[in-house]
């Protein structure tokens, strides 16, 4: 039986502390701390059986019970709190990114070094089931060499613009689960990018000094063609599909829905949206990744998601933000830290 | 060169020869006759290159230079034309029904017995593209034995109260029509049926002895468990589909539209309803059934609809009355001629 | 907090054990009995929190601590058990049939009569994501009035002969879903049937003396003409769909699948089959109807699915029998008891 | 009655010939002209009605009962046989591309300045069904503004090496219709546009100085963000979509097939793969868009696709050859001439 502690208890908190309550019976929630442990949260925990509530971090780092710990907390925290965690042996799955900066990125990579600690991030959507058939379809060979890779990734409502002023813009806050995705679906790194980006949905985005809608070619290291459409706006819905072109075949996903039904009318044939935001779509890839990184602890097997695919989306974000800023096409190794 | 002779230049005489006269190289139209000829059916003629234009199908039947006729003419003519036009040893391509009465058939039947002549029957439909490429695998084994059909034949409006009254009714008019594919799609002919039928859209078809909603459940003489179902009106357009499944798999048709263009908006995902009526879907099997008339003719093969085929669908229609009539099952072998 | 005892821990027993302790806060499994209660059955109860397992069933029914019961027993001891839950005073959850006998299924609702107990029948499809969406769009006038209404349930390998033997049969193991679905889709009773059956997959099953593969057609007191398709083997896997056609539109589902992937090669396109059988399509569906039984108790509000439902389809699978025995329409209103 | 001359009886000249002969009733094709005249071109041509063959296009111009030519000879040749048509007062039809070189395509522009003269150009994908739908829904507003734009076009096979060595490269032989197309779908021009190429099916393509795989973004004057994507070789067959993205909605289309029939089996669904190429594809299209031609004439209207659009995307080409040769963003405007 594994033990958790989980750092944050916001709204993926909480859907992790859930999975692991609800479905994951090779591991249970010792603690929870939450910097606002409120009576709301602590009667939460309680319905789930968890008695050890609090509002320092630090006492779920201590306590010598506790195998492995959650970072869900905010993004600013996640660094430095992998740190302390490592040090304090702590098997680490912490949420995506894990800094806004790549030089403390390393110095995580550094900690681990000599450390025998599973560290997996949260790019949840490899484990999606439209992506995760894909990318299998692809490794076995179903078509060919890929030539020409299109994720189309675009939110049903802009965020705050608060959130926009800090969560490091569209490029890492959105598209890293995009350039993690192109990385898993072709299993190829990025070697190069060209951003073309602009403010067609709200000029507060524009003023927080953000872009709303992005295309982003890339160039993979396996020679793959790539490109990304990003939009903060989809009337629709959450629009997450991918679609892999080689030598022998084609595949492509669709979006998944509430259900099949359809209405044909004198209007036409109706089906429905595409299930609204991350939360609907991606509920099973959340209890999924969860499970494969208590697994990754019980049998000592290597994380499906590390620490350096946590490195490499940010260094693409990062390159991302040098093409807008320069509007010329950017190499991954130009980027230096 | 097959020269063609049409009677009845009604909506499908107009089609056919059309037809003929622009997408069949080894045919040409010689002559026209219909009832009403008017000056805008000469002067239409007239565009084709078309310049003997008869009131009297007679002219048509004792025009040596003339191989074959078309019989586009109302209903009741059929038969007694057929037998006009066998006598005057002209091959025939002959509109559906041959006749409502069996015995008309039987005589055509019987007249055709010692002449060397093709006799065509116009179920267009075995031509749609759909259609076709069922029939050609189930053909070819893709399903195995086939064990359940499935016909679903909606109209987008019912039709005059007066064609009502003359057309034979629902089974002789429209699910003739669905009665030939079922025969043609698991190549096999009906053994027994069971019909519901109510008035659901029009009470005026009630009063005109008619239903114009129904289910007609059969057994095949292979064992096939079929269904028609049939409406007078599908507002949303014209419905045409098939389902057989088999001991190995199963085949389904869609219907066919306008463009594949999708939208998605707030409202769901839109797509085009089905092609309006008749004269979009089949436009494509009319062409394709009369190619396949002078093909026949030009090269002494059988045709893919002879008169049996027509006598059949008949013959079923009538035991889908009886079954109404008498609310019980109904075997084909009951229907005495 | 409902107290739940579950008796019988076979397949689905165990799913609804699961599905309560893991999704449903309000209810706990406060017992369990199986007349096979095996270490492996002890040792997975443990694992879940439940430490009172039995061999004798009536443990439960005499726990007055207990509120209510879960009948997932064999088919033979659902009314029975039935009988004794509600002479204890328990609120009733049985899986269906209640009894192939419709006098022993009238002793349960006769034994209800005085008694304010809740009583649900596992009609499960009812609570399916497609189903429930076409129901409600039909509830709400989308399609005007029904008229043509198709099921199609098709299981992907048919059962074991022994099963086959005392099952009931085709129509009462496995039809009896769909007409309980023919009932939910158009909100209306079924008032005469007419069946076409036949033995196309296994002699076995024929010498067992039953059918695997009907045709029902059905007249809905509403007015609705239906049919329902059943096959025992379906191998493209697990087929449930359903149309319902009326007077102002029409609706459609398709199957569920595992994604949404598709490979396009030199072969044609090619996406997924449909959920292997029910435990993969409905899972979802088991949870939902739990959580509907546990709010229907803790609110005091009508069961989602009543005794009659139960009732119903039962007398519906005893005219199919009839009708395919007698080889004519039978009316619902002939099966006395 | 419109009086038409062909110059140059290869594919596409057929194409056209038996279009206006066969389903244009306002056109009459008065003579032929190709610098091969054959006698099996003589023979077709005698079967159409057409009696007047020459191998020496002057004479076509030079006939003063012609009132339009099309000019579907070598690309090489479209420019200067422009220029003699204009001279002689013809109304022209050239296919794509005008010339490779903008200077000509501008000699052609100043020759027609002065005269009351009818010029389109080949671009048939805007008269496909699909597209169609798609420019008219988002000209009618159904998406709002337009924020991103993609364009799939993929052959089922690269052309002879002979071919690419002349062909102006794939920028100016295959993209060259994407670029009219992106022109089209959001009504506006390209403003700028980045190219990544390669050469990932044939060495020999990339031997001939082209490439045979390309992503193309551009940056719309609207502001719309546009891709897109090219392959010589997709082995389901001739791959058309496109996906406009906007401010109030989404519009995509998908590939026409040869029938919509599917097959459910162990392995799957299948659907059939994409009509294999444009012949299959876009044959309507070449249809239209010479009927829309004869009406410009006949009723003095502006040709639907015009001599800018024409001059437009071979400029567009130009600058995507450069981009890729200089691996930058190219301005539309850097291209001078």
Redesign the interface.
């Known amino acids: 039986m594994v033990k958790i502690g989980i750092i944050g208890i916001g709204r993926i908190g909480k859907i992790h502390t859930e999975n692991i309550c ?2 994951i ?1 090779k591991a249970e929630v010792t603690a929870i701390a939450d910097i606002n442990m409120t009576d709301k949260v602590i009667k939460w925990a309680d ?1 789930l059986g968890i008695n050890r509530c609090y509002k320092d971090y630090r006492k779920i780092l201590g306590d010598k019970d506790i195998d492995a710990v959650l970072i869900c907390s905010s993004t600013n925290t996640h660094a430095p709190i992998s740190l302390e965690a490592i040090k304090a042996s702590k098997h680490v799955f912490c949420e995506k990114p894990i800094d806004l900066e790549v030089h403390k990125i390393m110095e995580v990579i550094n900690a681990l070094e000599e450390k025998n600690l599973k560290y997996q991030v949260g790019f949840n959507r490899r484990f999606d ?2 992506f ?3 990318r299998e ?1 692809v490794s076995n060979g ?2 060919g ?1 890929p ?2 890779l ?1 994720i189309t990734s ?1 939110d049903p409502a802009p965020p705050s613009i608060d959130y926009v002023k800090v969560s490091g813009g569209l490029f890492l806050d959105m598209t890293i689960h995009d350039f993690d995705m192109a990385r898993y679906l072709v299993n190829s790194d990025v070697e190069e990018l ?1 951003v ?3 403010v ?2 709200d000029e507060e985005i524009g003023k927080a000094g953000d872009v709303d ?3 982003i ?1 890339m ?1 993979m290291e396996n ?1 793959t ?3 990304i ?1 990003n ?1 903060r ?4 819905g959450y ?1 997450q599909r991918a679609e892999v ?1 080689g ?10 829905k ?17 299930l609204y935001f991350f939360l609907e779509r991606y509920m099973d890839s959340f209890r999924e990744e969860m499970s494969c990184f208590i697994n990754a602890i019980v049998n000592d097997e290597p994380v499906p998601v590390g620490v350096y695919d946590g490195l490499k989306s940010v260094i693409i974000g990062m390159a991302a933000k040098k093409s807008l800023e320069e ?3 950017v190499k991954i190794s130009e980027i230096k830290f």
């Open positions: 609800y479905n019976p319905g089931h439209n995760k058939a894909v379809a179903k078509i060499d030539h020409i299109k675009r060209y073309q980006g602009d067609l949905i809608t992005a295309l070619s160039k020679g063609l790539a490109v459409d939009s706006k989809a009337v629709y629009d072109f030598s022998s075949g084609m595949l492509t996903t669709s979006n998944d509430q259900s099949t039904a359809m209405l044909s009318n004198e209007q036409g044939v109706l089906s429905e949206k595409p509007g010329r096409p």
